[in-house]
């Protein structure tokens, strides 16, 4: 069955970077668009970036504002998101989904505190 | 962006009632919208997608309408599993910009 796994989160400091993995399995992660979604207690649901099946086509949430890349290893069936120059509103749990416009699969989150 | 709105933020209701939740969305998303329900300490899942599709294994006391700006999810008659929070989201926006609303609790009246 479709599952995704997502690692990475933690306790950082503001400035710092991180890489977020998702592995997946149950099916070809390359054949899919395939999206990161984060939720904190604040601002709720909020859509972070999408990776078209290409592998090459990619969109940010204008929050990102250029600190995020999503990327895919097709050997290692793995979604990543690098985020860099941390900041305490990228607090929340990331959530790896399966789908272009909606998510019809959601790994179980990894959660990300940004404190110093 | 598109902003969503829901309504109301909690719901009160008996098991075996129905309950209707609302979702507007502030310009017109077509039917490029769906419905996630998410419980406590876990990740959403899909219920409805483009509006009124139910997604794989959703029970049929699901069912989702409108379109354009006015969204509608509708549970026929609450099951003890059915308690939650419940979200809308759109898909029409392009460049992707996909937008969610901000909850509806649905809580044991």
């Known amino acids: 069955q479709v599952q995704l796994v997502e690692s990475g989160g933690g306790v950082v400091r503001p400035g710092t970077s991180l890489r977020l993995s998702c592995a997946a399995s149950g099916f070809t992660l390359s054949s899919y668009g395939m999206q990161w979604v984060r939720q904190s207690p604040g601002k709720g649901l909020e859509w972070v970036a999408l990776?078209?099946?290409?592998?090459?086509?990619?969109f940010y949430a204008d929050s990102t504002e250029g600190r995020f890349t999503i990327s895919r290893d097709k050997s290692q069936n793995t979604l990543f998101l690098e985020i860099t120059s941390l900041r305490a509103e990228d607090t929340a749990v990331y959530y790896c989904v399966r789908g272009v416009y909606y998510f019809d699969h959601w790994g179980q989150g990894t959660p990300v505190t940004v404190s110093s | 962006e598109i902003v969503m709105t829901q309504s109301p933020a909690t719901l009160s209701v008996s098991p075996g009632e129905r309950a209707t939740l609302s979702c507007r969305a502030s310009h017109s998303v077509s039917s490029n919208l769906a419905w996630y329900q998410q419980q406590p300490g876990q990740a959403p899942r899909l219920l409805i997608y483009d509006a009124s599709s139910r997604a794989t294994d959703i029970p049929a006391r699901f069912s989702g309408s409108g379109s354009g700006t006015e969204f509608t999810l509708t549970i026929s008659s609450l099951q003890s599993e059915d308690f939650a929070v419940y979200y809308c989201?759109?898909?029409?926006?392009?460049?992707?910009?996909?937008?969610f609303g901000h909850g509806t609790k649905v809580e044991v009246k």
């Open positions: 989201q759109q898909y029409k926006s392009w460049p992707p910009a996909w937008t």
């Open positions: 990776l078209w099946s290409d592998g090459n086509t990619k």
